[in-house]
């Protein structure tokens, strides 16, 4: 009979922040000093229970969400969870006839995820710039003056510090059976030395105008050390530590690189007006420590899909480089750490050197392991940005944002365990070019009847199914018409100062050769595992001004 299956959540979140704020600003004579001080403090709250059944006697049970009286198996279960942040915090801000500039702040922030002697820590951070714009001999150029009226260098450096989540500090326990009765057992293994992951950030960079501020340009240089990153650091499996793991401060990483703005008024006319302004960034990520044993570094394995490597980007993918289809009898092959050609007999699940791509016959048998993995792509960008325009005919307004992305690649576990999943049901539309002929050249591998994990190597990143994270995103997209203010103050007898209509897109559309839903969507280890795209969300309305 059929089998259905019914389930009903419950969930609560509760969340309060107090935030408070103490500015004092004085000027004297070409001093300005503007003082900021204030403290915030969060507290977080989330709980759940859940009933579901399986196996219902009816669909009726199913269009009325109900669990009771169905005749079906019944489940329950729920979860809570609680967190909390609080920080102190101070600015000062120091320019001396607003042509030179110094800033200095100080943070002390406290989360709940340390344990109570290392919960809070202190982050500095000061900046200086200097608009050499303002300089007699600028002023005294009329070159200069004309063309870079506006020109201002500045530098920083600031530590901050990371939110870890969760209570990696605490030893917890949960239910485990006892023999044939409910008991307790260690499920994670806590660490009360753990620290704030740090990131100190350096910045370097300068401040165009041009042609009287109608056009500007920005450069930046920035690095970015990261100090203290909690990783899961692995443990022998003898051990008996739950998940084989134990988090500790044992990473360090650097990101840098540099960024550009530009934008300005490309046309100003008293009736048309066109206005663009750019943003592009480029970044190099790479980890500079691991935890070492015996003073050899180590590499660690998060999961199955990346790898923690010292010199690599964070969670490079890393799995096996796929070679493509026997063309003969169908089978996938690989490459080896040697560059040999591996044929998977699907037959029986071994692995036999092959002679090339065309070639049924099996060679000596071999196997192919964590030796045998490489480096599939970075799982984070190495440049992003974005374009906006801003579009104006008298009374009538256009405006669109095009955001970008790329450099990375992402793992389709989705078309990896569910579009491929070769049990024929919720396929995509690729298992149609599996193979069914010798001689024929395709990329998916024959169908064999319950062994779709073994083929699609289920768990395991594969070049098959890694592809490019590139995409181009009409992020906004926005038309308007705005009332003459002056027309419209004399017919409401001056209630009403502006009026606006306007009819607005968002997450139109997206270029991008990924065949996923939303290459975006993608986790920070570069894996798509059932993502669900951005929403994309259409609306209009006015805007009054009284």
């Not at 709980?47 to 969400?65: E, H, K, M, V, Y």
């Not at 890393?318 to 026997?326: I, S």
């Amino acid at each position: 009979g059929a089998v259905g299956s019914v389930t009903n959540t419950s969930q609560n979140i509760w969340r309060w922040v107090l935030q408070n704020y103490l500015n004092y600003n004085k000027s004297f004579g070409r001093h300005n000093i503007y003082v900021t001080a204030g403290q915030e403090a969060q507290k977080d709250q989330s709980r759940f229970i859940q009933g579901s059944l399986q196996q219902i006697s009816d669909p009726f049970f199913i269009g009325r969400n109900l669990i009771s009286g169905s005749g079906g198996l019944q489940f329950a279960g729920g979860g809570f969870g609680r967190s909390g942040f609080q920080s102190l915090f101070a600015r000062v801000n120091y320019d001396f006839a607003n042509k030179y500039f110094i800033q200095a702040t100080v943070r002390r922030d406290g989360q709940s995820s340390l344990a109570p002697e290392n919960r809070f820590g202190l982050f500095p951070g000061f900046s200086a710039g200097w608009r050499i714009s303002q300089e007699k001999f600028w002023e005294n150029s009329p070159f200069l003056k004309e063309w870079f009226n506006e020109v201002k260098l500045k530098t920083s450096y600031a530590v901050v510090g990371n939110q870890i989540g969760g209570f990696p500090y605490l030893s917890t326990f949960g239910s485990a059976a006892y023999g044939n009765l409910p008991g307790l057992a260690p499920n994670l293994v806590g660490n009360r030395a753990l620290q704030w992951e740090q990131n100190k950030k350096y910045d370097v960079g300068i401040e165009i105008g041009l042609k009287g501020g109608r056009y500007n340009i920005g450069i930046d240089w920035f690095l970015n050390d990261l100090d203290k990153l909690v990783l899961a650091v692995p443990t022998p499996n003898s051990a008996g530590i739950p998940g084989n793991a134990i988090s500790q401060n044992i990473g360090t990483a650097r990101n840098r690189g540099w960024e550009f703005t530009a934008g300005g008024d490309i046309i100003r006319k008293k009736d048309f007006t066109w206005n663009m302004s750019w943003n592009h960034t480029i970044i190099d990520n790479k980890i500079t420590s691991l935890y070492s044993i015996g003073g050899v570094p180590v590499n660690s394995i998060p999961g199955t899909y990346n790898l923690l490597e010292v010199g690599s980007s964070l969670n490079i993918l890393w799995g096996l480089p796929y070679a493509g289809v026997n063309t003969a009898n169908g089978n996938p092959m690989y490459y080896n750490a040697a560059g040999r050609l591996v044929q998977h007999n699907i037959a029986n699940g071994a692995y036999y050197f092959a002679n090339n791509l065309n070639d049924p016959t099996f060679g000596a048998q071999t196997s192919l392991g964590i030796a045998d993995r490489r480096n599939l792509g970075l799982s984070l960008p190495t440049f992003f940005g974005g374009i906006n325009n801003s579009f104006r005919y008298k009374n009538f307004g256009v405006e669109f944002l095009i955001r970008y992305s790329g450099g990375n690649k992402i793992m389709n576990i989705t078309r990896q365990e569910a579009l491929l999943s070769q049990n024929f049901h919720n396929n995509g539309k690729e298992i149609l070019d599996r193979w069914a002929t010798p001689g024929q050249v395709t990329n998916v591998p024959r169908a064999v009847q319950g062994q779709g994990n073994a083929i699609n190597q289920n768990g395991l990143a594969i070049s098959r199914f890694v592809e490019p994270g590139d995409f181009i995103r009409l992020q906004n997209l926005v038309f308007s018409y705005t009332m003459n203010s002056q027309q419209l103050s004399e017919k409401t007898n001056g209630y009403i100062k502006s009026l606006k209509f306007f009819v607005q897109g968002q997450n139109l559309f997206v270029w991008t050769k990924y065949s996923g839903l939303d290459p975006e969507n993608a986790s920070q280890a570069g894996q798509d595992n059932a993502v669900t795209p951005q929403l994309r969300i259409f609306s209009t309305g006015i805007n009054v001004g009284f």
